[in-house]
């Protein structure tokens, strides 16, 4: 082939593409005049609201992009917003259904008027989040951000429409159409004997404090090894705060996380108070009246956690030849498989180290510094704080795997540390304390229904702890060495784990009990210490002729002072101020506390006396005085990622789809 003709076919070739060029249409250029023409797009306008949960709100017509910004019906329903939405009701058991569902609905799909949208009123979705919120708090779960009622909702001014109107307007139509008065509102929701969840027992507690607010309220003192609350519910007249010569007391369930009745009572408890009260039961608003009651549930939720998944699959085998797990022990330690009832401050060893001197004490006996050094568990932390920020006068911990009430000491103090009989010096009172609680259960205190070890040595439902079964480092006697509080342990029943149907016979036998317990709190002497000119004497010592243990008084130089039926002779001290004795005498049945006061002259102080209440004193206040319980909690974190440890609400995996970024909104702690 001749270069000419090579030359011909690729200019043929070259024109061809040109004239295909030039058969396109000219390309947008901003230097020539009406080349380029403006891309018209279609203005938002009303549409049908087609989102299927979102049917039944009072108006028909939406908008896209909503409030969200999801451009379309088919990106609104692949959000994780929508999703929540189809499933809230199940989430949370039915509560607040409907209410959160069209909250919901009205940011998804909001109200479109004259090719408009109109933003639902922020009064509406305070309401609603004030109603629902521990609902949410009660499966771990954040309120969600598209309800953020400052974010996404207005105020009437604004002008904004009530999402839930039609809602209303239904339910005053069917009251109308029913021409039925409507029940009265139950003080609070009937009590379920079953088991609850973690995130249902706190969900119950929120919900009671809510119904029962003038009484009652909640409070965290920290969390478990694996992050979860620790929380309290407190009923007062006057909640929050303590009030003068208003004794205070204190029960802990579920301290053992296998040993699960307690932690089911307390919470059942928390509930007939509040309803009791709310329904004018004269006994129940007696006691919330003049007593300050804390009720901790659960101490140890995380071996809760695993108690009732070991509990769960021993239930697999086939029972009827007998193949069971053995799962007396599972779930019995925290997450770092310790004893928490083994791991308070071993404070008996001390005093019985100090017994031959003639000035040792038995009360405020400062925590070792030695004790920091050790594994010291979070739940544990936690605890010694609440127990030494309140004054609190009685106590009384729930535990399973026998039928009695043991009392200090709990550490023998044989050499070996054999079990053998250990009095406290207040024994007597502890005795009158626990028969308090034995005698006014159902069957505690008869002879033949002792199930477990405690059989040989107890005596109609009671037994000293150090007899029984020695331990060192109990919860119930660092109370009694450390604080002004009394405490004794209740083993509820040989079976740790009883079946759910045995739950309402539980409470029907430990109903009596439970509120007798808490009104002994009131028997013995209570009072003020004050110089000669009123102010009250904080740190005066209130002592007995014969026991040697002594109470301090606190800020206000106020005082509580357990003690038995009987004569007493009873004396008051401080540094720098004489001696002053009473002899008392208080009857065997007590409706409040004798009321004894004490007025101290100045006087010179002694050398010794003085040197010996400032060592005790100092000594007391050092509470973990190297940090070393923030520095072990840094370390653990250092050594395994919280983030990584911690334990994802049951319900994260619904949320968590391929493809689209994990909801971390929906997270309480993220």
């Given at each position: 082939?001749?270069?000419?003709?090579?030359?011909?076919?690729?200019?043929?070739?070259?024109?061809?593409?040109?004239?295909?060029?030039s058969?396109?249409?000219?390309r947008?250029?901003?230097r020539?005049?009406?080349?380029?023409?403006?891309?018209?797009?279609?203005?938002?306008?009303?549409?049908?609201?087609?989102?299927?949960?979102?049917?039944?709100?009072?108006?028909?017509?939406?908008?896209?992009?909503?409030?969200?910004?999801?451009?379309?019906?088919?990106?609104?329903?692949?959000?994780?917003?929508?999703?929540?939405?189809?499933?809230?009701?199940?989430?949370?058991?039915?509560?607040?259904n409907?209410d959160i569902r069209?909250?919901?609905?009205?940011?998804?799909?909001p109200r479109?008027?004259?090719?408009?949208?109109?933003?639902?009123?922020?009064?509406?979705?305070?309401a609603?989040?004030?109603?629902?919120?521990?609902?949410f708090?009660?499966?771990?779960?954040?309120?969600?951000?598209?309800?953020?009622?400052?974010?996404?909702f207005?105020?009437?001014?604004?002008?904004?429409?009530?999402?839930?109107?039609?809602?209303?307007a239904?339910?005053?139509?069917?009251?109308?159409?029913?021409?039925?008065?409507?029940?009265?509102?139950?003080?609070?929701s009937?009590?379920?004997?079953?088991?609850?969840?973690?995130?249902?027992?706190?969900?119950?507690?929120?919900k009671?404090e809510?119904?029962?607010?003038?009484?009652?309220?909640?409070?965290?003192?920290?969390?478990?090894?694996?992050?979860?609350?620790?929380?309290?519910?407190?009923?007062?007249?006057?909640?929050?705060?303590?009030e003068?010569?208003?004794?205070?007391?204190?029960?802990?369930?579920?301290?053992?996380?296998?040993?699960?009745?307690?932690?089911?009572?307390?919470?059942?408890l928390?509930?007939?108070?509040?309803?009791?009260?709310?329904?004018?039961?004269?006994?129940?608003?007696?006691?919330?009246?003049?007593?300050?009651?804390?009720?901790?549930?659960?101490?140890?939720?995380?071996?809760?956690?695993?108690?009732?998944?070991?509990?769960?699959?021993?239930?697999?085998?086939?029972?009827?030849?007998?193949?069971?797990?053995?799962?007396?022990?599972?779930?019995?330690?925290?997450?770092?498989?310790?004893?928490?009832?083994?791991?308070?401050?071993?404070?008996?060893?001390?005093?019985?180290?100090?017994?031959r001197?003639?000035?040792?004490?038995?009360?405020?006996?400062?925590?070792?510094?030695?004790?920091?050094?050790?594994?010291v568990?979070?739940?544990?932390?936690a605890?010694?704080?609440?127990i030494?920020?309140?004054p609190?006068v009685?106590?009384?911990?729930?535990h399973g795997?026998?039928?009695?009430?043991?009392?200090?000491?709990?550490?023998?103090?044989?050499?070996?540390?054999?079990?053998?009989l250990?009095p406290?010096p207040?024994?007597?009172?502890?005795?009158?304390?626990a028969?308090?609680?034995?005698e006014?259960?159902?069957?505690?205190?008869?002879?033949?229904?002792?199930?477990?070890?405690?059989?040989?040595?107890?005596?109609?439902?009671?037994v000293?702890?150090?007899?029984?079964?020695?331990?060192?480092?109990?919860?119930?006697?660092?109370?009694y060495?450390?604080?002004?509080?009394?405490?004794?342990?209740v083993?509820?029943?040989?079976?740790?784990?009883?079946?759910?149907?045995?739950l309402f016979?539980?409470?029907?036998?430990?109903?009596?009990?439970?509120?007798?317990?808490?009104?002994?709190v009131?028997?013995?002497?209570?009072?003020?210490?004050?110089?000669e000119?009123?102010?009250?004497?904080?740190?005066?010592?209130?002592?007995?002729?014969?026991?040697?243990?002594?109470?301090?008084?606190?800020?206000?130089?106020?005082?509580?002072?357990?003690?038995?039926?009987?004569?007493?002779?009873?004396?008051?001290?401080a540094?720098?101020?004489?001696?002053?004795?009473?002899?008392?005498?208080?009857?065997?049945?007590?409706?409040?506390?004798?009321?004894?006061d004490f007025?101290?002259?100045?006087?010179?102080l002694?050398?010794d006396?003085?040197?010996?209440?400032?060592?005790?004193?100092?000594?007391?206040?050092?509470?973990?005085?190297?940090?070393?319980y923030?520095?072990?909690?840094?370390?653990a974190?250092?050594?395994?990622?919280?983030?990584?440890?911690?334990?994802?609400?049951?319900?994260?995996?619904?949320?968590?789809?391929?493809?689209?970024?994990?909801?971390?909104?929906?997270?309480?702690?993220?």
């Amino acid at each position: 082939m001749t270069m000419c003709r090579k030359m011909s076919i690729m200019l043929r070739i070259l024109l061809q593409l040109f004239a295909l060029a030039s058969c396109a249409p000219p390309r947008c250029d901003p230097r020539v005049r009406g080349l380029c023409k403006p891309t018209v797009q279609d203005k938002p306008k009303c549409t049908d609201v087609s989102l299927s949960y979102c049917d039944d709100m009072a108006y028909t017509q939406t908008m896209f992009p909503n409030i969200l910004g999801h451009r379309s019906r088919e990106e609104a329903e692949a959000g994780a917003e929508y999703l929540l939405m189809s499933v809230v009701e199940s989430l949370l058991g039915g509560e607040c259904n409907p209410d959160i569902r069209m909250l919901g609905c009205s940011v998804l799909a909001p109200r479109c008027e004259n090719a408009k949208v109109l933003k639902p009123c922020r009064h509406t979705c305070e309401a609603v989040q004030k109603k629902c919120s521990h609902a949410f708090q009660g499966i771990e779960m954040a309120w969600p951000y598209f309800l953020d009622c400052d974010r996404f909702f207005v105020s009437e001014e604004e002008g904004c429409y009530d999402p839930l109107a039609g809602l209303k307007a239904e339910e005053g139509a069917e009251a109308v159409d029913s021409m039925e008065i409507p029940p009265p509102e139950e003080p609070v929701s009937s009590v379920q004997f079953k088991y609850h969840t973690n995130p249902q027992m706190i969900s119950i507690l929120k919900k009671t404090e809510e119904q029962c607010s003038s009484i009652a309220r909640t409070y965290s003192i920290g969390r478990s090894m694996e992050g979860r609350e620790l929380l309290v519910i407190e009923f007062s007249n006057n909640p929050g705060q303590h009030e003068l010569l208003e004794p205070e007391m204190k029960y802990i369930g579920n301290m053992h996380g296998n040993e699960v009745l307690g932690r089911q009572l307390l919470i059942y408890l928390a509930q007939y108070l509040c309803s009791e009260y709310l329904l004018g039961n004269e006994r129940i608003q007696n006691l919330i009246n003049t007593t300050r009651i804390h009720i901790l549930p659960s101490m140890n939720p995380d071996g809760y956690e695993v108690a009732v998944s070991g509990h769960q699959d021993s239930n697999y085998g086939d029972e009827e030849e007998g193949h069971r797990y053995d799962t007396w022990n599972i779930g019995r330690n925290n997450a770092q498989n310790i004893d928490l009832n083994r791991n308070f401050p071993d404070l008996t060893s001390v005093v019985y180290s100090r017994r031959r001197q003639n000035t040792y004490r038995t009360d405020h006996v400062p925590i070792p510094d030695y004790y920091w050094f050790g594994k010291v568990a979070p739940e544990t932390y936690a605890v010694m704080k609440w127990i030494r920020s309140i004054p609190f006068v009685l106590s009384a911990n729930f535990h399973g795997g026998d039928l009695v009430v043991s009392y200090p000491y709990d550490l023998s103090k044989h050499p070996l540390e054999r079990n053998l009989l250990s009095p406290a010096p207040d024994d007597q009172v502890f005795k009158f304390l626990a028969r308090g609680y034995a005698e006014s259960h159902e069957r505690m205190s008869y002879e033949n229904a002792n199930c477990g070890s405690s059989r040989d040595q107890s005596v109609k439902g009671i037994v000293n702890g150090a007899q029984w079964s020695s331990i060192a480092g109990s919860m119930q006697d660092f109370n009694y060495l450390h604080t002004n509080c009394f405490e004794v342990t209740v083993e509820l029943g040989c079976d740790r784990f009883p079946a759910e149907e045995e739950l309402f016979i539980g409470w029907h036998e430990n109903h009596e009990a439970l509120l007798t317990f808490m009104e002994l709190v009131h028997y013995g002497i209570k009072g003020i210490v004050q110089d000669e000119e009123g102010n009250g004497i904080k740190g005066a010592r209130i002592s007995l002729k014969g026991i040697r243990h002594d109470i301090t008084t606190g800020e206000t130089g106020e005082y509580w002072r357990l003690l038995s039926p009987g004569s007493h002779i009873v004396s008051a001290t401080a540094p720098g101020y004489t001696r002053v004795w009473k002899r008392v005498i208080l009857p065997h049945r007590m409706q409040t506390a004798g009321r004894v006061d004490f007025v101290l002259q100045k006087a010179p102080l002694e050398l010794d006396m003085q040197e010996e209440d400032l060592a005790i004193s100092t000594g007391y206040d050092r509470f973990d005085p190297y940090n070393q319980y923030e520095r072990y909690t840094l370390t653990a974190d250092l050594s395994q990622n919280r983030e990584e440890r911690a334990e994802k609400p049951w319900w994260w995996s619904y949320f968590v789809l391929p493809g689209i970024p994990a909801p971390t909104w929906l997270l309480q702690h993220y």
